[in-house]
């Protein structure tokens, strides 16, 4: 069976290799079925580190940005936020307004509000909104801050109670205190693997640690519209919402286009980390430490890849190695 796969296996481990990742996880799931799971590594580089396997939980970084787009959706389906055309003033009446501006909601769920911080931790204005893209943290920093406001918990404590729970997930935790099934993150290869436990100094929930497993879950729920293990978790509307292109339109055609922080493909674009070969309405989401959850409706198919190296494809050809994955399992399938 791994044979029919053996491009994508050859693939990953090339890249963990080059990179310095010390493990990598490999998940597949074709109609709700695994077709292949590939462990391979350790939890750190030290020695005597514990071998990567299914209950291995590594760190997602900005992969986390699919659960508070969840979080966000439910807003939205709930009542909470009447429309993505809302304006963020709306919501932060302690910012400046001449910031803050014309930004909406959609064009902070999409990297195109146009705004950042600087060093004193200032909201400054980068662009207009809706005029560019570009990724940085502002936006989830202030969307993390929205969902307590609404709901009055943070948005992990959302999730837990109404998706994590009910799916049964028991390795999909923000973690405060390292444990054994934690794997360490690698900065830099020469030195040791770092914990990353712990909440981030800048609120934005980044100590979040998933199985390669339960990763998969996560897409699966996506990709079955909120059913999992035939009982429907989320509404169908409210994963609609998620996975929804709100990119406006008119958008340089270049530059990615976004549902809730997913990416989203509905044709190649060049700016895009789906390459050119993946099918319309399949959509990913990634962290800067290598985990990538790819969903390709067309192919009922979910990919759950992990490494644990931050920058794990440096800044040359970044978007090459992104885009390749993808193609790979796109080609792999479209038989």
């Given at each position: ?8 296996i ?49 760190n997602?970084?900005?992969a ?20 993505v ?30 705004l ?33 406001k ?19 997930l ?37 100590n ?24 429907q978790?989320v ?45 319309s309405?399949?959509?990913q ?11 390709i ?16 494809y440096?800044?040359?050809?970044y ?8 193609n790979?399992?796109a ?5």
């Amino acid at each position: 069976m791994e044979s029919t796969y053996e491009k994508i296996i050859s693939w990953v481990e090339e890249i963990k290799e080059r990179n310095h990742s010390s493990g990598a996880g490999l998940l597949i799931l074709k109609n709700n079925e695994i077709v292949l799971e590939h462990y391979s590594g350790y939890q750190s580089n030290t020695i005597n580190a514990v071998p990567i396997n299914e209950n291995s939980r590594f760190n997602v970084a900005s992969a986390r940005k699919s659960y508070l787009g969840l979080c966000l959706a439910f807003a939205i389906y709930d009542g909470k936020i009447q429309s993505v055309e809302d304006y963020a003033s709306k919501y932060f009446e302690d910012i400046e307004p001449e910031i803050l501006g014309k930004t909406t909601i959609r064009h902070m769920v999409t990297h195109t509000h146009g705004l950042d911080e600087n060093h004193r931790g200032e909201i400054i204005r980068e662009f207009k909104p809706g005029e560019n893209w570009a990724y940085r943290g502002i936006n989830i920093k202030l969307m993390t801050q929205l969902i307590q406001k609404l709901y009055g918990v943070p948005f992990p404590e959302l999730l837990y109670e109404r998706v994590f729970s009910p799916m049964g997930l028991v390795r999909t935790k923000w973690e405060t205190k390292d444990n054994d099934e934690l794997v360490r993150v690698i900065i830099d290869p020469k030195s040791n693997g770092e914990d990353a436990s712990g909440s981030s100094d800048d609120g934005m929930e980044s100590n979040l640690f998933v199985s390669t497993r339960e990763f998969a879950s996560w897409g699966s729920l996506f990709l079955n519209k909120g059913v999992f293990n035939g009982k429907q978790i989320v509404p169908k509307e409210v994963i609609e919402i998620a996975i929804r292109i709100h990119t406006l339109k008119d958008l340089e055609k270049d530059l990615p286009r976004n549902g809730m922080f997913w990416f989203v493909q509905d044709i190649p674009r060049e700016m895009s980390e789906l390459g050119n070969r993946v099918p319309s309405d399949s959509y990913q989401i990634l962290g800067v430490t290598g985990p990538t959850l790819l969903v390709i409706p067309k192919y009922d198919l979910v990919v759950a890849k992990m490494y644990n190296k931050r920058y794990n494809y440096g800044n040359d050809n970044y978007l090459y190695y992104l885009k390749e994955f993808s193609n790979i399992v796109a080609d792999t399938f479209n038989k």
